[in-house]
């Protein structure tokens, strides 16, 4: 009887658990659960990774992975609610869907962006590092020399100058300070697409937006390349959205110096002879202006772009060919260049596996200009010919160093060619919801020939006999890359989290070789019959060759956390071994950074103000590193040196020529960085404010050492420290945004101080607490800077004048303040001082874009503040004492409101040559009308547009323009060999078709 009433219990139990399943699944046929799948995307197409997609009236959801897609079970009659920093909120009803796509419409622009950072990307709400970014849109417009130029004035903290108007020069970058003494990297690293390489590594029609990691804990990851920032490029790509198009950009651009000295003309030195200052043989009865003798009258540039898209979400590509051609103002100086850029992405297995095919290849022709014809154009007598009656060159071979500097350029022929092919191709796999695996790999070959032939009518000639000279240059290097990376990502409610890691592996083989010879018994072969030449007979050819080879193996990895979009974390590590090292104990580098973030606008004391769209305090540590610009410093080296006879043969000695240093080591960059970002009424104002403070250890510097025990006297070693401190900011204000009439401002500040704190320790001590650098040039052949420990880099070092006597001679200060007249001064290292600084303190730039109906303008306006620049023009042409050169009218001025400086004063540095080299720019304007007629069939948007560059400057420095050289150890040396500035207006034509 117990036994059936149990069995009757356990039916009883079972009905009653089957009804209930039965009663569920008919409530979930109903109203259940299912599951659904889709992709976010931005207006524009972009993936959003990390939007949160929740269940209305729920807290149950999920986040979007890496590519935009997300997968979650939820009612079928629920509705799902879309929320991303910077995007307005959507909600969607599921309506039975099993698949919702998604568009978020950004409702401030400044927090929904995308930002490229190392290895990946982030949205700029997530950023916790100095990372700023600037969109082709916003770049300076018109015949740029290199990709950096397009960002002048744009990002608070980086520094690009063009301090020559040579068409071959590159831009100087300089971010946040000087950063070392004796280091291979002065510039930041340059990415592009993911591979490194340099700034003509990509046309700058090409690039889409360039992304600056200014501090160390964005930089970091990047390991002991990252010491000097990171500017990472992204090339156009194809959008994928199945239309083919064809784009086209050319412009025309004239340029011209934008000041030239005022020299002494030919009824100048007609003058003088009437004074008696010269004698009547310097009348050689001409007027020439030998500026404009150098000079073309208008050098048209011209710059022609073609790119071609086209595919669907499968596979799509961009094509482009782009045509540079930057005319000098000097004769013989032009820069050529045609790339050739293919970008090809395909996808498949229901886009689970991606490839991506890049191909470039760039030829470059320039001549480039002698800086030394410019010397020549500003010593040359005015009164002098440039030919003589029979149509030779006039020439003066007897007066040192005085050549026709026309001569010297229609008389020399100096090619260079130059190629460079890269191949690259990136393969990613998604195997898994939230994991990406890739794998970039390149393939980079570059190449040169320099080729330099003066004829037998060339100042060589007619001064040295040498009968023609012949030289040529050839080289190559071969880089190879693998980059392979992990990523995983993962939300789990409120904690969204990304895990990468990676290895990388670079090598470079670089080969090249020279040959110089003179003395052919004609100009009919020019280079190409060197064998020729017998300088070889008599040892005065030269002919040498050199290999190098280097690679760097890497491993890295780094997480991130956001909770509820209030707080982030990002820590990484990267470990660097490279072959510079090689000999030493310890040859990989370790290079740690951590940050973090915290969105105030997320808490709750914040929920109810209505003044900040978002809040956003950052702070970043990091260790980069600067590896040595030279190899094999770890191991002791032999080498040859002097002949010595030894048994009645010449025989070369071998003797040591470096130490062993097995404590050699990476040059370390600590750097924190505290920032803040904001977002006020709702967009109308952003910017940032960052405040950094970085310390340079390890510094390398040459140090005399003890010989013996030691077999050389001196030894390179890591002793020396440096510091940088700066506060940057930057404003962006949305001024006037209406349907027609659009307005953006943007003002960004910077200053930096830098100091060498100490060149010792307890192994290695510097002789003196300071080394000198520079060079005032001939015949004024003194250092023109030094470099103190607790001092700034760019000091300029020298004696230090007041003012001049009646007579002209200069009246001195000595260091203790004492005055003391030209006779009684000794002229010796301990009466010099610190005269000024060649890097300027402050650093402003002001940028303005512009909108109505259809025309456009924007104008970028930057300065430096607080720094010196030592203009030795002025120095050798001002000195009224030599007479066989020409020289500047201001020769003939009162210094000091006193006197003409005395004749027999010899050209001398001092500090009546330093000038403050403050200026402001009106740097680039360009103006702009879009022809939008949407009932045209095949051209579309053409737009004609007019752009200036380098348009004003306000100033008052006397030189052609204080934007000088502040590179390395002697910056703010304006040197008389430069290739003046240049200012260049151009009309622009673009479209689509």
Known sequence: MKKIQLYLRCCRLLFAFFLASIMSLCAQAQDGNIKIKGAVKDDKGLALPGVSVKIKGTNAGAQTSLEGDFTLNAPANSTLVFTFIGFATKELPVNNQ??????????????????????????????????????????????????????????????????????????????????????????????????????????????????????????????????????????????????????????????????????????????????????????????????????????????????????????????????????????????????????????????????????????????PFNSNEYNQALMMNPTAPVREPDGSFYQQPTNFGYQNPVADMLNQEQPQNSYRQKYNATITLLPVEGLRLAATGSYTKSGYENLYYANHQDISTLRDNQNGVASIGQGQSIDRFLNLTAEYSKSLGDHRFTLLGGYEYQDDDTFGTNITNHDFPTDYFGVNQIQLGTAQKNGQDVINSSRSNSNLISYFARFTYNYKEKYMLLASMRIDGASQLYGASEPYGKFPSIQAGWRLTKENFMKDQKVFDDLKLRVGYGITGNQPAQGFLGVGLLGYGNYVLYNGTWIQTLSPSQNANPSLRWEEKHDTDIGLDFSLLKGFITGNIDVYNSRVTGLLYNYNVPSPPNLYPTTQANVGTMQNRGLEAVINVQAVNTKKFRWTSSINFSTNRNKLVSLSNDLYQASVPYFTTGWAGSPVTTFSSIVQVGHNIGDFYGFKVTGVDKNGYWIYQEPDGKSVAYNDFNHAFSDKQVLGNGLPKFYAGWNNSFSYGNWDLSITMRGAFDYQVLNLQRLYYEGPGIINYNRFKAANDKLFGTAVLNKNVPEEFNSYYIENGAFWKIDNINLGYTFNKPNWKYIHNPRIGFSTLNTFIITGYKGSDPEVDRGGLAPGIDDRFSYPSTRTFTLSVSAHF
């Open 98 to 367: 099993n698949v919702i796509n998604v568009v978020l419409t950004d409702n401030n622009q400044s927090l929904s962006e995308v930002v490229v950072i190392g290895y990946g990307a982030q949205r700029k709400a997530d950023i916790t590092s100095a990372v700023t970014t600037v969109k082709s849109t916003d770049f300076v417009t018109g015949p740029v020399s290199d990709g950096a130029a397009l960002l002048k004035g744009k990002v608070a903290g980086l520094t690009i100058s063009n301090p020559s108007g040579d068409p071959n020069a590159q831009s100087q970058i300089l971010l946040r300070g000087t950063q070392t003494l004796n280091g291979a990297n002065t510039g930041p690293l340059v990415i592009v697409d993911g591979v490194p390489g340099d700034l003509l590594t990509v046309a700058p029609e090409d690039i889409a937006e360039i992304s600056v990691l200014k501090d160390a804990s964005s930089a970091a990851i990047y390991g002991v390349r990252g010491s000097n920032g990171v500017i990472i490029i992204t090339t156009k790509r194809s959008s994928g959205d199945k239309i083919n198009r064809i784009d086209y950009n050319g412009s025309a651009s004239l340029s011209q110096f934008t000041r030239t000295p005022k020299l002494l003309t030919g009824d100048d030195y007609r003058d003088q002879i009437a004074q008696g200052i010269r004698d009547k043989a310097y009348d050689l009865g001409n007027s020439t202006d030998w500026i404009k003798a150098v000079s073309k009258a208008h050098p048209v540039s011209t710059i022609q772009s073609l790119s071609f898209n086209g595919g669907n979400n499968q596979t799509n590509y961009v094509a482009s060919l782009n045509y540079r051609f930057l005319n000098g103002v000097f004769l013989k100086s032009n820069h050529a260049q045609v790339t050739g850029r293919a970008d090809i992405n395909h996808t498949m297995l229901d886009g689970k596996l991606k490839f991506n095919l890049g191909i470039l290849n760039t030829n470059f022709n320039d001549i």
